[in-house]
């Protein structure tokens, strides 16, 4: 089964920006659709955005405008480009495919505080 590793995670301060990197370690090219899922200290696993392998996006309502999930299937990667963000956003973030069938990965941290 594929691998997932995220990266990219770090602390930022409100406003600021990060750019989260997942690395599969096979093909995702036949994955319909990935998605990036986030959870926050003493909260349910939440999805925030999915893909499809056409490019049709989706964004969690919170997300909107500020979140831009990306994928390169030739890299066997998946992006999510984080932008204005809030104190709200810090979480642990992973992706998977959607829904998620594949085993979790570590996840990367987000943490926004001033």
């Known amino acids: 089964q594929v691998q997932l590793v995220e990266s990219g995670g770090g602390l930022v301060q409100p406003g600021g920006s990060l750019r989260l990197s997942c690395a599969a370690s096979?093909?995702?090219?036949?994955?319909?659709?990935m998605g990036w899922y986030r959870q926050a200290p003493g909260k349910q696993r939440e999805v925030v955005a999915i893909i499809t392998n056409g490019g049709t996006t989706n964004y969690a309502d919170s997300v909107k405008g500020r979140f831009t999930i990306s994928r390169d299937n030739a890299k066997k990667r998946v992006y999510l480009q984080m932008n204005s963000l809030k104190s709200e956003d810090t979480a642990v973030y992973y992706c998977?495919?959607?829904?998620?069938?594949?085993?979790w990965g570590q996840g990367t941290q987000v943490t926004v505080s001033s």
């Open positions: 998977n495919q959607s829904p998620p069938l594949l085993h």
């Open positions: 096979g093909s995702i090219s036949s994955i319909f659709a």
